[in-house]
């Protein structure tokens, strides 16, 4: 069964501190890996996706990295602000598959 | 979104009474998705329909149904609803024009829907 996996549950860090959240993932055939924000009461948006041949990519302040051996992927957040304050969701497609799989994501609050 | 509109926002209802929740889309897109979302955990599909004529079970169909209207609306119903079927509804839809393998969807605002 395809899963993936986030870590932490939740993170509470300062303004203007960085952080760095995981994802694992155990779907196959892999086709690629979104990062999704989604604020309180909205529905998310993609902020990255990752193919098999990418291993970083960023947007803004927003570091997305892939290792396709380990599959594993992480998002880096750069000189937090109380605006990234937000359920950042891990969700990866797998090869001819147009449905997602997606993780429970990991609640991040930032505190001026 | 809002290109992504869902109908009502929030409903409170008892246990037993059909509802109907709506979903519209001016993206022009041809692929559209029923999810529910519960505290601590992640989107689960509940039904999908990659064109007017096609719908698909997801993986939490049970209690559940659907129609596809037109190409822009797809709404979905409890026949009887229950109190686990408390949660938040999220609508999606997705371009099969594009790269469709990337597959990025869109997320309408939510529908809260609170069963008594």
């Known amino acids: 069964k395809n899963q993936v996996e986030q870590s932490p549950q939740s993170l509470i860090i300062l303004e203007g501190k960085n952080c760095t959240l995981q994802?694992?993932?155990?779907?196959?055939?892999?086709?690629?890996l979104r990062w999704y924000k989604q604020d309180t009461g909205r529905g998310p948006v993609s902020l990255t996706i990752?193919?098999?041949?990418?291993n970083t990519k960023s947007n803004g302040r927003y570091t997305a990295t892939l290792d396709a051996d380990t599959k594993q992927s992480s998002l880096h957040i750069t000189a937090s602000q109380l605006s990234d304050s937000a359920s950042y969701i891990c969700?990866?497609?797998?090869?001819?598959?147009?449905?997602?799989?997606f993780g429970r994501g990991t609640s991040l609050i930032v505190h001026p | 979104d809002a290109d992504v509109t869902q109908t009502p926002r929030n409903r409170i209802t008892k246990t037993g009474k059909r509802i109907m929740l709506e979903c519209s889309q001016t993206k022009g897109h041809d692929r559209m998705y029923w999810y529910r979302q519960d505290p601590g955990l992640g989107l689960q599909l509940i039904y999908y329909s990659f064109d007017v004529k096609d719908i698909n079970k997801g993986e939490i169909s049970d209690g559940y149904s659907v129609s596809r209207q037109a190409q822009a609306k797809f709404s979905l119903s409890l026949e009887s609803a229950i109190p686990n079927q408390t949660a938040l509804y999220f609508c999606a839809t997705s371009d099969s024009s594009s790269d469709s393998e990337w597959n990025e969807q869109f997320f309408g605002p939510g529908t809260r829907l609170t069963v008594l």
């Open positions: 990752m193919t098999f041949s990418e």
């Open positions: 969700v990866v497609t797998s090869g001819g598959s147009y449905i997602p799989t």
């Open positions: 994802c694992n993932y155990t779907v196959s055939p892999f086709s690629n």
